[in-house]
């Protein structure tokens, strides 16, 4: 007893295996969490030492170098950048995908170890960071304060009940806050009282904090009872602070600290401001954890906000600035909306050409019993359902229904030639058994290349691979569905349909006439074909060779853009701009920006000192009448207006995160900063004068201005103070010096001392700080020391230990950065002179095409390979497959023609999407191939086998290849909002495969007749 004996007696057995595996895709659908994209971590390490107080190139030459030096050798380390700035050096690892990244992490642990002796003593251990792409926050929000409202009771608020409310939620890992403020006690000192009493900033500092102490005097026992005493020094109140005694006045009159300083609350000096829409603002960004359901967490995170708002006092608002699942929810919906069109589409297809209902429902129930089958597959792996792994279902969605409709198509054609229907089922099914599970197989081969070589596309075959597994899976549940379910419901369904000349009236009537008319008009152009078939095959490589030509002049770009989720620009100001400055600048640009685009839902600044960046928060994309280079172009035109300004636009596109799309890199490596700088001035020059650049950045900090205060240590020495003495009191003058806590509210608070702002607002009043020696003498800083202006680095980059310079340039629309690159280049070799230590390379879009494109011949080769190699065991022949994969190539005749009528760039997905077609494109092949075969195996002569062959597999070939043409055109030619990265698997399955038809019912009989020709004289050959 064969399978398809025991299955067709045993069919409620079949059905009910069949029910089961749907119901377990169904369940895992509803619990499958919903992520954008699959779940990855790069391998990428950071290791951050911090060192006090060291400027750049004392951390570069004591800290980095050294660490460099040390982790240089580790294995799996594909490139080592480092940042040396001023009190902290980080060194970026980034290794190969694919390792095991807990063995690395622990070798980089014990090295540090080994280090630690050799670093400085005041630097503090390395810590060791891994990056995690779970630290991208899924939530960020702001809370605004409108009109005069007091900052002071919203920074607690926030920072107190605010952010524990949301790090409470189920899901949520943490909630960052950003351009908070503590709250502090400034002791605002009057400098000119300060001297009249001889004091200083550090001396009055000591006394204060010893005078607010609370002390453990021991304990008293009286009565039996035993007391702890406590004497409590401690300040209460404001007050209390303002009338501590500090010394006494010559006539002996006590000399309190609201007799040389005001005593108030304030905020601390910030590091940034944040400010949306022109009021003060405080972001918070929130952390999932690790294994939570993005979607979830986003929802309560949303529902949370609400209620917050419900309690915040008048005038604050707590403001959505992004959140993830937006795009999340939009692509899915547009994914799941094309392949259910793509669907619909494809059973309309079934439906004519069965133009019977029963047997369109046959092939109807396959799409959602392979499909959930998939999804099952892919929550039993921990798999999610994001972009790509619904691509993949979509991309299969066409794949699916073939093998069911080659059988169904067989079993039909035995029942209506009279057989009973079990015989034809078994038959039919039998027959197409091979060629099926061959077709599938060559299918699921060109996946394999892409599921088990993805690390070597690194970040773009690890998106990739969950792609490649949800189309394994849902052809693999096809071929089973095709085999095994077909036949059993062509059983149960099939008997009553009309067959024969009966097979209805009216519109089936007229359908099934011009399909007749169809394989007559085919049948007559095929014998036309065979009979010239040197002047179809010169047509047909004519075409060929006109493709390869052309394919170099099209658009190249690595990744489609998927969209924007908001507009951000990062601004550089002159060095040296204050905090304040910076703010006011950017508030100028946030007011120019709600004045143009008054659609915008909001604008966003955190100042930072000499820069800043702008986040201008992006309404639906049907709601946006600029595109997004056009806001560019407007905003761009704003900025060079203002002298010394530099800006880069930062993209928020998720593809933007792979390789560089759209970007040129020039890397100057050497080992002195002035020619590297030199150099990067005259590339900059080069690049602000061609009009293929758009913009340009450079990876570097500009140098910013310090005023050195160098002391005179003989002279220092003399008088009895320290340098460390005048370091001290700057530093309280400036910034503050700590002088313990004040206890008289709720939560602690800092008592700072400084001079207040009028006295410490230029470097005159810096002459005039005093310091005071053992002998109580006051000895002016001018006395000891000189003021020195200088520029210093902001900061020193290092790639693979050598110093680097990384500028990048991103091209215009309609310009490669290959061209860029070359004119670059030129001026390079012609126009600039540099010493031997100074090397000029490139990177970006065109490294990364160079570099993912030999992974992808080699997978590409390597598919091919398995594809062949399939057929060869299937066909026990060299020559069969060897016919099938001449007509391979002719895909890249559709690919092209495609491209050229969307006018759309080639990219990586147009590579991926390749490989994948070169799968299905033989299967169709293998069918005709195979039939034409079987055809000569009855005595029919090669030519009359493949007229036969062609017109008996017209119905079938034409029924698969417009299903998954169908079910591909909505996707590829309407993708909407979110789709942009699958469109061009669509534009490649459609127009290669629908190229690749046309070879294959033309050009596979005239090469099969030409490699088994003279064959025929064999005896027993039918003409």
């Not at 490589?541 to 489609?560: A, E, G, H, K, N």
Request: aromatic share 6%; with cysteine; hydrophobic share 45%.
């Amino acid at each position: 007893m064969n399978i398809f004996q025991f299955i067709l007696k045993h069919p409620l057995a079949v059905i009910t295996v069949f029910c089961l595996i749907t119901l377990l895709g169904f369940l895992m659908a509803l619990t499958l969490p919903l992520n954008l994209y699959p779940d990855f971590n790069p391998p990428i390490l950071t290791v951050v030492t911090i060192y006090p107080q060291a400027t750049p190139e004392e951390i570069e030459e004591q800290v980095t170098k050294k660490l460099e030096e040390k982790l240089g050798s580790i294995s799996g380390l594909d490139k080592m950048s480092s940042y040396s700035g001023n009190s902290v050096s980080r060194i970026v690892l980034e290794f190969a995908y694919g390792l095991s990244m807990i063995s690395i992490e622990n070798d980089i642990r014990s090295r540090l170890g080994q280090l630690a002796a050799e670093l400085p003593r005041e630097a503090e251990v390395p810590v060791l960071y891994k990056f995690n792409i779970n630290d991208e926050p899924i939530v960020e929000l702001a809370i605004k304060a409108g009109g005069d409202q007091d900052l002071k009771e919203i920074f607690r608020l926030t920072e107190k009940d605010i952010k524990s409310s949301f790090e409470q939620l189920e899901g949520v890992a943490a909630a960052e806050l950003k351009g908070i403020r503590d709250e502090v006690v400034e002791v605002s000192v009057i400098r000119n009282r300060l001297e009249a009493f001889s004091l200083n900033l550090t001396t009055l500092a000591g006394m204060l904090r010893r005078q607010n102490r609370k002390l453990g005097s021991g304990t008293l026992d009286e009565g039996g009872i035993e007391y702890s005493i406590q004497a409590d020094g401690g300040f209460s109140s404001l007050e209390d602070i303002r009338k501590t005694v500090l010394t006494s006045s010559p006539g002996g009159a006590p000399v309190r600290v609201g007799s040389l300083a005001e005593v108030f609350t304030t905020l601390e000096d910030p590091d940034d401001l944040v400010t949306l829409d022109g009021s003060p603002a405080i972001g918070i960004s929130i952390m999932k954890q690790s294994d939570a359901n993005v979607v979830e967490t986003t929802d309560q995170v949303l529902s949370h906000v609400q209620r917050v708002n419900g309690i915040l006092p008048e005038g604050y608002e707590l403001v959505v600035i992004s959140e993830s699942t937006d795009l999340i929810r939009l692509v899915i919906s547009t994914i799941m909306s094309s392949g259910l069109l793509g669907g619909l589409l494809a059973m309309s297809v079934i439906l004519f050409f069965l133009h019977r209902l029963r047997p369109t429902l046959i092939i109807f129930i396959s799409i959602p019993v392979s499909l959930l089958a998939a999804v099952g597959g892919l929550g039993l792996l921990g798999k999610s359902l994001n972009i790509l792994t619904m691509g993949g279902l979509v991309l299969g969605l066409g794949m699916i229904v073939d093998g069911s409709i080659v059988v169904l198509e067989n079993i039909m054609v035995y029942y209506e030639k009279g057989v009973p229907l079990k015989s034809a089922a078994m038959q039919g099914a039998r027959e197409m058994a091979a060629p099926i599970t061959g077709s599938t197989l060559t299918s699921i081969c060109v996946f394999l290349p892409l599921l088990f070589l993805a690390d070597s596309l690194d970040l773009l075959g690890v998106l990739f691979k969950d792609m490649s597994l949800s189309v394994i899976l849902a052809l693999s549940a096809s071929l089973g569905f095709s085999l095994f379910l077909v036949p059993v419901l062509s059983v149960l369904l099939l008997p009553g349909v009309k067959i024969g000349k009966q097979k209805g009236g009216g519109p089936a009537k007229i359908i099934e006439r011009g399909l007749q008319a169809l394989e007559r008009q085919y049948l007559g152009i095929l014998k036309k074909v065979l009979r010239n078939r040197g002047a179809v095959l010169l047509t047909a490589l004519t075409l060929l060779v006109s493709s390869v030509l052309v394919f170099p002049r099209l658009d190249w770009q690595f990744l489609p853009r998927t969209g924007e989720k908001s507009f951000v620009v990062d601004v550089d100001f002159p060095r040296g701009t204050s905090l304040d400055m910076s703010e006011k600048n950017l508030m100028e640009i946030s007011d120019f920006m709600k004045r143009e685009m008054p659609w915008l839902k909001g604008v966003l600044i955190t100042a930072k000192r000499g820069k800043g960046r702008i986040l201008g928060i992006l309404p639906p994309l049907n709601m946006r009448p600029l595109s997004h280079e056009e806001m560019k172009d407007l905003i761009r035109k704003e900025l060079r207006k203002r002298e010394g300004t530099d800006y880069e636009f930062v993209s928020t596109d998720d593809t933007t995160k792979v390789g560089n799309t759209g970007k040129l890199v020039v890397y100057i490596r050497g080992t002195s900063r002035e020619p590297m700088l030199l150099a990067e001035q005259q590339i900059l020059t080069v690049l602000a004068s061609r009009k293929e650049v758009l913009d340009f950045s450079i990876d570097r900090e500009k140098e910013r201005p310090e005023l050195s205060v160098s002391f005179f240590r003989d002279r220092a020495f003399q008088m009895g103070v320290s340098m460390e003495q005048g370091a001290a009191e700057l530093r309280a003058a400036l910034t503050g010096i700590k002088a313990g806590e004040f206890r008289g509210q709720e939560d602690p608070l800092d008592i700072v001392i400084r001079l207040r702002p009028e006295d410490r607002s230029g470097r005159s009043d810096l002459n005039r700080i005093f310091l005071v020696n053992p002998a109580g003498v006051r000895i002016p800083l001018s006395n000891i020391a000189e003021q020195k202006e200088s520029l210093i680095p902001g900061g020193l980059e290092r790639e693979n230990q050598v110093r680097t310079i990384k500028i990048t340039a991103q091209t215009a629309p309609g310009y490669s950065t290959g061209d860029l690159q070359r004119r670059i280049q030129n001026y390079i070799d012609t126009r600039m002179t540099h010493s031997e230590d100074l090397h000029i390379d490139f990177g970006g879009e065109t490294e990364d095409a160079l570099t993912y494109g030999r992974s992808m011949v080699f997978i590409f080769a390597l598919a091919v390979l398995l594809v062949f190699a399939v057929m060869v065991c299937q066909f026990e022949s060299l020559k069969s497959p060897f016919i099938i994969m001449l007509v391979l190539p002719f895909m890249f005749v559709g690919i092209v023609l495609g491209f050229m009528l969307m006018s759309l760039p080639v990219s990586m997905i147009t590579i991926i999407g390749s490989v994948m077609l070169a799968g299905i494109v033989v299967n169709n092949g293998i069918v005709m191939v195979d039939y034409t075969n079987l055809l000569r195996e009855r005595g029919m002569s090669v030519s009359k086998a493949c007229r036969e062959a062609g017109r008996s597999r017209l119905r079938p070939v034409l029924m698969t290849t417009m299903t998954t043409v169908l079910a591909m055109v909505p996707l590829g030619f309407f993708p909407g909002e979110g789709a942009a990265l699958l469109q061009p698997f669509g534009i490649t399955i459609v127009g290669g495969l629908l190229v690749s038809t046309v070879a294959t019912l033309l050009l596979i009989p005239v090469l099969y007749s030409l490699f088994h020709k003279g064959e025929d004289s064999r005896p027993g050959r039918s003409k």
